[in-house]
């Protein structure tokens, strides 16, 4: 392949509008359901790496020391 046809390719995806949708809010992200508990991920993390766990290993006592309030805005 040629690299004029490479780079008419790339603009013609680019012009294409359709596939390419982005709110007018500029939020590309799908809120979390109500009542989904939300954790402060640093401090988690942060005990993940003190007591050398994976955090998918924490049971439901551990989670709930990082779990913040529900608070929707």
């Not at 989904?36 to 790496?49: D, F, G, S």
Request: with cysteine; aromatic share 8%.
């Amino acid at each position: 392949m040629t690299e004029s046809y490479e780079s008419n390719v790339a603009v013609a995806m680019l012009d294409n509008k359709a596939d390419c949708y982005e709110p007018e809010n500029g939020q590309i992200a799908v809120p979390a359901p109500k009542g989904t508990p939300r954790y402060n991920l640093t401090k988690m993390y942060e005990y993940c790496l003190r007591e050398n766990k994976n955090p998918k290993a924490l049971t439901e006592v551990e989670k709930k020391m990082f779990q913040l309030p529900n608070k929707r805005r």
